[in-house]
């Protein structure tokens, strides 16, 4: 399968509720050939047909509803009352990806409302299965559809003010619509404050804004009245340059080049900037051959050693590195021992070292090279580890200047080089580097680190979270720009500011002080969400590949379930955007293109900018599924 447009954003038709009904009894018949890639259900068959609500019905409803508040005094006055408005609708969206796919009405009249509930509840039920017996939350309940759902950034909710209409993912696409603006408005703004609280466990105000965010950090908290100029004069600079990224004004393709089963299951993906690529399977790497279309197999494959994890044991990380003529592979989890070093050009470990620090064993869950370029200097020693609550360098010479060997020495030790232990949890989950070899550290709790190349001690600016992980991070080149990923969201953060000198900066070489604009979100839209698969989390969101001063990225690539998604960063800067048009909050852009594949991908990424062809604005893009690996060009015509 190959590319596509992401889905559009398709008008709601009215369409009798006779036919929704007749929907949902065809496929309980037809189960087996429903096609979609996950759970529908949510009607007990025995409760489909019913008669249309009375206005006496809505009054039991919403006394009912209101009973329900009942049992929570202490949060009446946050929980809006349940909508009574006749002109509010509920539509569902049926058949998947289906050509019968299309928006039927579920409930000519219907009502909302939102509870705080736990565990606990004696109206729990099915849907609950998931939640912390020691917390409350939020939920929303819309009317007969029994749609129960925890108000969550996996709800995916977009509004969209001229048409006075919701959508959102609760086990199906679903849509309310409003009849007037006040009820849209209220709504959403009860959405929002049920959301922050669900997020950071404390009700959305003034007070509680100010202690999530801090005092620095006032754009986040207070979007709408954040400096944007620096994303703008940032924007400027990039059209201005000779080798800016392709005018908004193109439309872009992908075409697929190449595609290549393999012979082994792949589980993560090396890409070389020079002549080759690998990917990492349970049993042995294989080896691809780098072209301007893309990559190609060489039929070359090194198989590991048997002393190496054993079969389906894939390495955790695989690293490039001395001109990419070695590269260094993570023990499995399973076993943790340290890193093997392998010769590419022999296929031979040729070490296989352990971290101590101190003489005492540690682990480390990630590596990365020390900047963007570095996998490309032949002389490199030195690589970069992270820990729960450690960030450092390590050096894999000796104290006398001698590589050490798994010939001559019988426990190879690398040597810590820099590096910092905190005595607190950081939480840290993973990072990245920029061409200076600053650093990027993204937690657990949603913070985001920058460190400058100098020091690991003390980050020079943390930004706080937005409620959830951060499970991967990428930061640009030139260090301006990061992008973090969540399960459900991408948060793109300029790092730029002004001191007192007024010379501008990157958060990576001072602390920014309260001279920080408001990042930017890259979402998707609800039914997008819902067709990426059941594994639909954001992982491994990052810029496409440059590793030269001057160069700027073009594109910001993901990958979610049988989707690689792809934004391009251009639109994502420009603050005139027509996604960031009468939205509250923090802007969000929803504009992007995706490839769909038949199972769900490993990884995809943009090859080194050094493979990008005559009029085409970016270089290939690679992606890898479990059995085949693809490549695709991305062209531009006006």
Not at 123 to 142: F, G, I, P, Q
Not at 494 to 510: H, I, N, P, V
Not at 524 to 540: C, E, V
Request: with cysteine; hydrophobic share 35%; glycine share 8%.
């Amino acid at each position: 399968m190959g590319a596509a447009h992401s889905h559009e954003d398709l008008e709601i038709c009215e369409s009798d509720e006779e036919e929704y009904e007749e929907y949902e009894e065809r496929r309980e018949e037809e189960e087996e050939e429903f096609v979609d890639s996950r759970d529908d259900t949510f009607v007990p068959s025995s409760s489909r047909l019913r008669p249309k609500p009375s206005s006496s019905s809505l009054d039991d409803v919403e006394s009912k509803l209101r009973a329900l508040k009942l049992k929570y005094p202490s949060t009446q006055q946050q929980a809006p009352p349940p909508s009574t408005q006749t002109s509010t609708k509920l539509f569902r969206y049926i058949n998947g990806n289906t050509p019968k796919a299309k928006w039927v009405t579920a409930e000519k009249l219907t009502s909302y409302s939102f509870v705080k509930t736990s565990q606990g509840d004696d109206d729990d039920d099915d849907d609950d299965r998931n939640r912390d017996s020691e917390k409350e939350w939020w939920v929303l309940k819309v009317g007969r559809s029994k749609i129960r759902e925890k108000v969550s950034d996996e709800m995916q909710l977009k509004a969209y003010k001229d048409q006075r209409r919701v959508d959102f993912v609760a086990k199906g696409v679903w849509a309310l619509r409003f009849g007037t603006v006040e009820d849209f408005a209220a709504f959403v703004s009860s959405y929002n404050n049920c959301l922050f609280e669900n997020n950071h466990g404390v009700e959305l105000n003034e007070a509680s804004k100010a202690k999530i965010f801090g005092k620095d950090f006032i754009a986040w908290a207070n979007p709408e009245a954040a400096d944007d100029s620096m994303w703008e004069d940032a924007d400027d600079l990039l059209l201005n340059s000779p080798q800016s990224a392709t005018p908004v004004r193109d439309t872009q393709d992908l075409t697929e080049a190449f595609e290549e089963a393999t012979s082994e299951g792949i589980h993560s993906l090396a890409l070389g900037a020079l002549d080759n690529s690998f990917l990492v399977g349970g049993s042995g790497i294989q080896v691809f051959k780098n072209m301007r279309q893309g990559i190609q197999g060489k039929g070359v494959c090194v198989n590991f050693e048997p002393g190496y994890g054993g079969a389906h044991s894939a390495p955790r990380k695989a690293l490039l590195m001395r001109a990419e003529t070695n590269m260094l592979l993570m023990s499995p989890m399973s076993q943790n021992r340290g890193i093997h070093q392998l010769d590419i050009e022999t296929g031979k470990v040729i070490s296989e070292w352990k971290f101590e620090k101190d003489g005492v064993d540690i682990s480390m869950s990630d590596i990365t090279n020390d900047g963007k370029g570095a996998q490309l200097d032949p002389s490199a020693s030195t690589f970069l580890g992270l820990d729960n609550n450690r960030l450092c360098r390590w050096d894999m010479r000796d104290r006398y200047g001698m590589v050490q060997d798994l010939a001559t020495a019988n426990a190879p030790v690398l040597s810590w080089a820099q590096g910092h232990q905190f005595s607190r949890g950081t939480n840290f989950q993973c990072f990245a580097t920029t061409g200076d070899g600053s650093i990027v550290v993204g937690s657990l709790d949603g913070k985001i680190r920058l460190y400058s190349s100098n020091t690991m001690r003390q980050a020079k600016t943390a930004f706080p979270g937005l409620g959830a992980p951060v499970t991967h991070v990428d930061a640009t080149y030139d260090g301006k720009w990061i992008v973090g990923t969540t399960d459900t969201y991408l948060i793109v953060i300029c790092t730029l500011f002004t001191d007192k000198a007024g010379k501008t900066k990157t958060g990576f070489e001072g602390r920014m002080g309260n001279k920080i604009a408001a990042p930017r979100l890259l979402k998707l839209r609800p039914l997008d969400a819902h067709l990426a698969g059941s594994n639909n989390k954001f992982r491994n969101a990052q810029f496409s590949w440059v590793t030269e001063d001057g160069k700027q990225e073009r594109h910001v690539v993901a990958t979610v379930g049988k989707f690689s998604v792809i934004w391009n960063f251009q639109q994502v800067k420009n603050g005139s955007h027509e996604c960031y048009h009468e939205q509250e909050g923090l802007k969000k852009c929803y504009c992007y293109k995706i490839v769909l594949r038949n199972e769900s991908i490993v990884d995809s990424r943009f090859m080194n900018d050094n493979f990008a062809v005559s009029g085409s604005p970016e270089a290939p893009l690679v992606i890898a599924t479990p059995m085949k690996v693809s490549s695709f060009s991305l062209s531009s015509k006006r």
